[in-house]
């Protein structure tokens, strides 16, 4: 089968959240798997400087109608593993920046443009390349008019680009929101410009795009194809996914074990296997040390991996701060993002500094020593599509407090509910229910027995991305 994957991101050439590794892993996995299979990016400075692309091969000029004016730009091409091809467009003033979305503040003004662009030169790529795709499948409101300018190409040129179109919705909180007036950039039929195309509120909504017109649509999780047709997560566009009802499916993201894997893990100190855990007493103790605190603490370690934002649940983390400050604890946070959660957790850990660390970057090697070395992983998420972190928290023999929302609810039981196959603990998303959950997680520390339980049962199960994979073959193959 050849299939296209269209992202903003991509583990290892731009990385901002769990879309990066999802789209990594997907593709991937469906290459070993014996397909041939493309990625397209935009052509951030990052994917253009990794050594995959060093010598990437200019395979074509695009010249891209946008409105009434042409723009142009090229197509680089690298392939970094057998049958997967990463395909960067590409044109400086579009993306060459370090950040793929904003300057840490502020989405850039132009990001309209700037995705708009990517989509169009994707199809045109399709186009003059002849890859005559058996499924071009778009992630998120950056490639969400794909399905349109896919269909619309093909009327225009005569030719056929896809025979299916998929969209998948990682994230429906962000949707690709402009001012109406930025229709005409797509240069598609006018006639979309309306309640039943991409308008919304006298906006235009890319997002909406993707799931009106796709052949079919995803979500990274059952729970949460459910929760998008509700007034409560469906973040104004419950509607729109509901006229989808029949089309749509959550398919459940996966753990690249090539990356997230403690027995091979080279970034950690140790390595260690669920047969013989010594090797995350190891990754602890390093923990501890690169943290600034004694090497010999023997009591719970907490640890955050998250993006700042209010959908990660950092309010409710925060309102359990008198927590942290008395219990005999460590709390280990890593992140970054909204300027406001910075500064509160910067507080919080200067409140503390013998008992709270704080790493306000981005920083893969430390994400792996803080899934490895810490006890608790605690992600008190308001909403997850999917979520990665409590995965990999299990993979590495850690036990994840969540949410009882999305995707959290499909990967975790709690320990306390089903004491007999818990891998986790579980709470609603008020400070007070994480508050509950995390005094009952001082409880499960204190019996070694019971922990060790867990903490094995979560690292038994099986969230490879073997198993996602062919859940999205299925979905390529009914479509088809």
């Given amino acids: 089968m050849k299939i296209v994957h269209v992202a903003s991101e991509m583990f290892p050439y731009m990385k901002t959240g769990g879309l990066a590794d999802a789209v990594a892993s997907l593709a991937g996995t469906l290459a070993d798997s014996g397909h041939e299979v493309a990625v397209f990016l935009p052509g951030y400075r990052a994917a253009l400087e990794h050594r995959d692309a060093v010598g990437a091969e200019r395979r074509m000029r695009l010249k891209i109608e946008m409105g009434d004016q042409f723009l142009s730009g090229d197509v680089r091409v690298f392939s970094p593993r057998p049958r997967l091809q990463v395909f960067l467009i590409c044109r400086e003033e579009f993306f060459d920046r370090r950040s793929p979305y904003g300057n840490g503040e502020r989405d850039f003004e132009d990001n309209a443009d700037r995705f708009i662009f990517f989509c169009k030169g994707v199809v045109e790529a399709l186009r003059l390349g002849d890859l005559q795709a058996d499924v071009v499948h778009g992630h998120d409101w950056q490639a969400a008019l794909l399905p349109l300018l896919v269909r619309d190409a093909e009327r225009r040129h005569g030719v056929t680009l896809a ?83 029949h089309d749509i499916v959550g398919l459940l993201n996966g753990v690249d074990m090539s990356v997230w894997n403690p027995a091979t893990d080279a970034l950690l100190p140790a390595r260690y296997s669920m047969a013989n855990l010594g090797g995350k007493q190891l990754c602890r103790v390093e923990l501890l040390k690169r943290c600034g605190f004694a090497a010999d603490y023997r009591g719970p370690v907490f640890g955050v991996v998250c993006r700042f934002t209010e959908q990660k649940g950092l309010d409710l983390l925060l309102g359990n701060r008198d927590f942290f400050l008395r ?25 503390a500094p013998r008992k709270i660390s704080l790493s306000a970057r981005l920083d893969e090697g430390m994400s792996h020593l803080i899934e490895a070395g810490s006890d608790f992983f605690v992600m008190p998420s308001l909403f997850e599509p999917c979520g990665l972190n409590q995965m990999y928290s299990q993979v590495y023999g850690t036990v994840p407090i969540v ?30 229910s994480l508050g509950d959950a995390l005094r009952r997680a001082l409880r499960l520390y204190a019996d070694k027995p019971r922990l060790a339980a867990v903490q094995k049962r979560g690292m038994a199960r099986d969230f490879s991305w073997r198993v996602a994979a062919d859940s999205y073959l299925r979905l390529y193959q009914e479509s088809l």
Wanted: glycine content about 10%.
């Fill in 327 to 351: 219990e005999d604890c460590r709390l280990i946070v890593l992140g970054s993002g909204e300027k406001h959660y910075e500064e509160a957790m910067h507080a919080l850990a200067a409140e």
């Fill in 163 to 245: 025979v299916k179109t998929v969209f998948t919705i990682h994230n429906i909180a962000y949707q690709g929101l402009f001012p109406r007036g930025i229709f005409a950039r797509t240069n598609l039929p006018e006639d979309l410009n309306s309640m039943d195309g991409l308008e919304y509120y006298e906006q235009i909504n890319l997002l909406k795009g993707g799931i009106l017109f796709a052949d079919r649509v995803t979500t990274v999780s059952p729970r949460y194809a459910q929760e998008i047709q509700t007034p409560e997560f469906g973040c104004g566009l419950e509607g729109v996914v509901q006229t989808r009802e």
């Fill in 403 to 432: 949410s009882r929302v999305g995707g959290l609810i499909d990967t975790v039981t709690d320990a306390d509910d089903v004491p007999d196959a818990g891998t986790g603990l579980m709470c609603v998303p008020t400070v007070e």
